[in-house]
């Protein structure tokens, strides 16, 4: 059990720190431009940086389908398929990203359109989107780097690199904006620039660390048709769920935005306290992708098992501490995040709804982990679709007679009905699929 543990630890905790960092990026970007002399330059980097949140979180699949895959390679002590699994996927995002960048007026020019800025900070958010755009070969490229470390059980790479990113993004943007006077231009290129260093990074880190996989050199394989179709199929699952995803939470801004300035205020700095408990669990669900996945590599179902208690005992000790931390903190979090008195007064009847997020949310974050690390795609996009129609359901009953209550309502709802759908789904071990029935019953 110890030894369980310390192994999801020692992936857990350098994700967390990874993700840690990626908030903080956002705050000095925002810090940077609001010194720029106008409002039109924060709005700018608000559309631009939500407009590629949308973009990347659509590649998502590049990482967690990696991930599941290389980790199941890697504990069948298939080499030669971990080599395979990573050119195949770095040879996909690069595919990726010639399209995205072939069609990068469209792209813009029609999220612009949905989104509908004022124009000045439509023209500043298009400059910003014509800089930012030519680092999606880095950025999807990394995605799969990233996968493929933690499929190799190993995430402290992937915070090197992230934290190197994130450092060089934050000297970069201060050099380029505040000494040779590039205003918003010099923030995106800042971010481009720091993209390609991860990238440089994680490559230098790829080949000094695993030097011993050259002597696996895959063939045909590759790139074979059957290859191709399962990693598609694997990842198709994953691009549809996380297109349930993003639905869900920019109709939530949405939403929040019709009930009034307040709320909208009070309903951002409220979800700030879910994205925290967010990336905390998503360490877990990476020690979950990491571990399962070579478990089910190795045919080894006493470790499977175990390894699944043992990251619900670790999620159940994260909801006792999260919960108590909110109770006890939440509101002079809150204090920390704004001064505005009207909206910290307004934050206050919605304060119940954060004591929730642990409860309702472990299981949901705690199964992804464990249903990446068995490919097992189709569960994880039965429980968005399903955590996506309760979400809504329940806002449609609850908008009228709650208005704000019920939006929080139907949030919690939703994550809580994503694990609940995924428990009954392990259970009845349809999910998992055949091939992982037939390759779990060599037990320890």
């Given amino acids: 059990m110890i030894l369980r543990d310390r192994q999801i630890l020692q992936i857990a905790l350098p994700s967390i720190v990874s993700n840690i960092t990626v908030p903080l990026l956002g705050l000095i970007d925002v810090a940077i431009t609001g010194h720029l002399g106008g409002a ?10 939500m407009l590629f949140n949308i973009i990347y979180w659509m590649f998502a699949f590049l990482r967690m389908g990696t991930s599941g895959m290389t980790a199941q390679a890697f504990g069948a002590r298939n080499m030669t ?10 040879a996909v995002a690069v595919c990726m990203s010639a399209v995205l960048l ?11 359109q949905i989104i509908e800025p004022s124009e000045e900070v439509g023209e500043l958010a298009r400059t910003y ?55 918003i231009e010099g923030v995106a290129l800042g971010t481009v620039i720091a993209q390609y260093i991860g990238l440089g ?56 935005a019709k009930q009034g300035d307040t709320e909208l205020a009070v309903n951002t700095l409220l979800m700030q306290m879910f994205l925290l408990y967010s990336y905390i669990m998503d360490g877990f669900a990476f020690a979950g992708e990491a571990m399962v996945g ?45 001064d505005d ?42 429980s968005m679709a399903g955590g996506m129609i309760v979400f809504f359901s329940v806002f449609y009953l609850l908008e009228a007679p709650l208005a704000n209550h019920g939006l929080w309502i139907a949030f919690n709802a939703y994550i809580l009905m994503r694990g609940a759908v995924q428990t009954v789904l392990f259970f009845r071990d349809k999910s998992l699929g055949k091939e992982i029935k037939s390759t779990l019953h060599a037990k320890e």
């Fill in 201 to 256: 990074v994680a490559v230098m880190l790829l080949l000094k660390g695993y030097a011993r996989l050259k002597k696996y050199k895959p063939r045909e394989k590759v790139f074979s048709t059957d290859a191709l179709k399962r990693f598609f199929m694997l990842n198709k699952d994953i691009f549809f769920r996380t297109i349930c995803l993003i639905f869900v939470h920019f109709y939530f801004i949405a939403a929040g």
């Fill in 129 to 183: 989107f014509n800089i930012c755009v030519w680092g999606a070969p880095a950025a999807l490229s990394l995605f799969v780097l990233t996968g493929w470390f933690v499929g190799m059980q190993n995430s402290r790479m992937p915070m090197v690199v992230a934290i190197t990113q994130n450092v060089s993004n934050i000297l970069a943007s201060l050099v380029l904006v505040y000494v040779l006077e590039m205003k």
């Fill in 294 to 338: 070579k478990a089910i590599g190795a045919k080894s179902y006493g470790i499977y098992i175990d390894t699944i208690k043992r990251l619900f005992l670790w999620g159940t000790a994260m909801v006792v501490v999260f919960t108590l931390a909110y109770a006890v903190a939440g509101k002079p979090f809150m204090g920390l995040l704004t």
């Fill in 102 to 112: 072939c069609l990068q007026v469209p792209v813009r020019e029609l999220s612009l």
């Fill in 341 to 382: 008195a009207a909206v910290l007064m307004a934050s206050d009847e919605y304060h119940v709804w954060t004591l929730l997020f642990p409860v309702c949310g472990m299981a949901a974050f705690i199964w992804d982990g464990v249903y990446i690390g068995a490919t097992a795609t189709k569960g994880m996009l039965m």
């Fill in 40 to 49: 039109a330059y924060v709005g700018a980097i608000a559309v631009g940086g």
């Fill in 81 to 90: 398929e971990v080599v395979s699994v990573l050119m195949r996927a770095v």
